[in-house]
């Protein structure tokens, strides 16, 4: 149904781990995102890449670490989280919008929970 | 930054009547979009506004973009249990590359 797969789909992770979330998109797509969705929160946007330079960092706290190794990959490095950043995590794609295309692609999204 | 807010965070409506939701941005949109999220799944695109005062229909679903591109409604007509989900609004900025969302509404259609 998606062109944008993350995986995994659900983690459980302590504070004092180290995790990452994994998305790839097979659309060929040059810009992608990462969005924190909270229960009752609207949709944050935290990273965003484009032609995997980062372009955006909406003041996300340092124990997020993203990395964009290439237009198809994007990953969200974690570690040392709080139970506040249980949320659902979810990636997304586009076509390069400064030429005024496209709309947001999103994947599934990894369900987050911090015990 | 960019502010989107829309109204009403939540709604209930008996299954066949019409459903409102509204978004207002606090700059100028080069364009809009609207996506439905049902429950447990991810936002999925539903159409984009571009211009000025621009009305668009799919099926029971109408899209308005306000005149002065700062707000913009989604309007449906007849609801149907299949309508559950929340709809968000997202308005990119004139360049770049972000796409920021409403705060999104919630609807429940009532059997």
């Known amino acids: 149904e998606t062109g944008v797969t993350q995986t995994p789909r659900h983690l459980v992770m302590g504070m004092t781990n180290k995790k990452s979330l994994k998305c790839e998109q097979h659309?060929?797509?040059?810009?992608m995102y990462w969005y924190k969705q909270s229960a009752k929160k609207p949709l944050e946007l935290m990273f965003v890449?484009?032609?995997?330079?980062?372009?955006e960092n909406n003041s996300v706290p340092s124990r997020f670490s993203p990395e964009c190794p290439n237009s198809s990959h994007l990953f969200l490095h974690l570690h040392t989280l709080q139970p506040e950043d249980s949320a659902l995590y979810l990636c997304?794609?586009?076509?390069?919008?400064?030429?005024?295309?496209?709309?947001?692609?999103f994947g599934q999204g990894t369900r987050l929970t911090v015990v | 930054g960019q502010q989107v807010m829309q109204i009403p965070q939540y709604q209930h409506v008996q299954e066949g009547e019409d459903f409102t939701t509204y978004c207002n941005s606090s700059?100028?949109?080069?364009?809009i979009q609207w996506y439905k999220q049902r429950p447990g799944g991810h936002p999925v695109f539903l159409i984009q506004?571009?211009?000025?005062?621009e009305v668009k229909k799919q099926k029971r679903l109408t899209f308005q973009f306000g005149e002065a591109k700062k707000n913009s409604s989604l309007h449906i007509t007849a609801t149907q249990t299949t309508d559950v989900g929340t709809y968000f609004c997202?308005?990119?900025?004139?360049?770049?590359?972000?796409?920021?969302f409403g705060t999104g509404t919630s609807l429940t259609v009532i059997p």
């Open positions: 659309l060929g797509h040059n810009a």
């Open positions: 997202a308005g990119p900025p004139n360049t770049g590359n972000q796409f920021y």
């Open positions: 506004l571009v211009k000025s005062g």
């Open positions: 890449y484009s032609l995997e330079e980062r372009v």
């Open positions: 700059t100028t949109l080069s364009n």
């Open positions: 997304a794609s586009s076509q390069d919008r400064d030429r005024g295309q496209g709309n947001a692609f």
